[in-house]
């Protein structure tokens, strides 16, 4: 149902988010705890002010299929945001893949979060071997063309973005580890907090006005404002248990 360009014909008709696999190919382990809450702050506080959430695709650890003449090579990015696809609210229709080829739309911004055995080449510190697919930084850089990519090693607290400036990604200097994204309005910083009950140094959304809400934050808000509210008409002689 994701199909944005005209349908091939039968001899040129490529594999969908259906016919490819969607689990980790070849690979040992599964995302850490780390991993699982950092995904999930992200995509809670991305609230972008020109985007509905109905066109955004914010994902985790999903397959990202990149290449037409290799389908079967893929990444599978820590985090991703695609800019102006549909967001389906059926279950049966969730994407087990992202298809660049199948949606038509290249993502916008990457996030890996660096560990050990991945620093290398999330940097783009390693080179191609023979035959074998494209690193990571080649995929983004330019095969991709993803305008954003940014790094975070919580080992060292380091926070790094990049922006891609004709064919490369160039370092942005960052003022107090913020990354300000003029086209969406928002920025990512390091923040300070507690978040699932984890005490840490986290990579979060914000805007003009600061920090973007959790859910639990947005429920909190609501309910300071609706007992300001209450106190308010107590003041005024009116009941706001009657209204």
Same mark, same amino acid.
């Not at 850490?32 to 509905?52: K, M, R, S, V």
């Given at each position: 149902?994701?199909?944005? #360009?005209?349908?091939?014909?039968?001899?040129?008709?490529?594999?969908?988010?259906?016919?490819?696999?969607?689990?980790? @190919?070849?690979?040992?382990?599964?995302?850490?705890?780390?991993?699982?809450?950092?995904?999930?702050?992200? !995509?809670?506080?991305?609230?972008? +002010?020109?985007?509905?959430?109905?066109?955004?695709?914010? +994902?985790?650890?999903? %397959?990202?299929?990149?290449?037409?003449?290799?389908?079967?090579?893929?990444?599978?990015?820590?985090?991703?945001?695609?800019?102006?696809? *549909?967001?389906?609210?059926?279950?049966?229709?969730?994407?087990?893949? /992202?298809?660049?080829?199948?949606?038509?739309?290249? *993502?916008?911004?990457?996030?890996? $979060? $660096?560990?050990?055995?991945?620093?290398?080449?999330?940097?783009?510190? !390693?080179?191609?071997?023979?035959?074998?697919?494209?690193?990571?930084?080649?995929?983004?850089?330019? @095969?991709?063309?993803?305008?954003? /990519?940014?790094?975070?090693?919580?080992?060292? #607290?380091?926070?790094?973005?990049?922006?891609?400036?004709?064919?490369?990604?160039?370092?942005?200097?960052?003022?107090?580890?913020?990354?300000?994204?003029?086209?969406?309005?928002?920025?990512?910083?390091?923040?300070?907090? =507690?978040?699932? #009950? =984890?005490?840490?140094?986290?990579?979060?959304?914000? %805007?003009?006005?600061?920090?973007?809400?959790?859910?639990?934050?947005?429920?909190?808000?609501?309910?300071?404002r609706a007992d300001k509210l209450a106190e308010k008409l107590r003041d005024v002689g009116i009941d706001p248990d009657n209204l």
């Amino acid at each position: 149902m994701y199909q944005h #360009n005209p349908p091939l014909s039968p001899k040129e008709t490529m594999p969908t988010m259906y016919d490819l696999p969607s689990e980790l @190919i070849g690979e040992s382990g599964l995302p850490d705890e780390f991993h699982c809450i950092q995904a999930d702050l992200l !995509t809670e506080t991305c609230q972008p +002010a020109n985007y509905t959430s109905a066109e955004i695709l914010l +994902a985790s650890d999903l %397959n990202l299929y990149y290449d037409p003449r290799h389908p079967n090579w893929y990444k599978r990015p820590d985090w991703y945001m695609v800019l102006g696809v *549909p967001h389906t609210n059926q279950q049966e229709d969730l994407r087990l893949s /992202y298809v660049v080829w199948q949606e038509g739309i290249d *993502p916008f911004l990457v996030v890996e $979060l $660096l560990s050990p055995g991945t620093e290398q080449e999330d940097l783009g510190q !390693t080179l191609r071997e023979v035959n074998k697919p494209p690193t990571k930084w080649e995929v983004y850089q330019q @095969i991709l063309r993803i305008p954003y /990519y940014v790094v975070y090693d919580r080992y060292e #607290n380091n926070f790094r973005g990049f922006k891609l400036n004709g064919t490369r990604y160039e370092p942005v200097n960052l003022s107090d580890h913020r990354f300000w994204l003029e086209e969406i309005e928002m920025g990512l910083g390091l923040w300070q907090g =507690t978040y699932q #009950n =984890t005490e840490g140094l986290w990579l979060r959304w914000y %805007n003009v006005d600061g920090w973007l809400p959790t859910f639990t934050e947005r429920v909190e808000n609501e309910r300071q404002r609706a007992d300001k509210l209450a106190e308010k008409l107590r003041d005024v002689g009116i009941d706001p248990d009657n209204l």
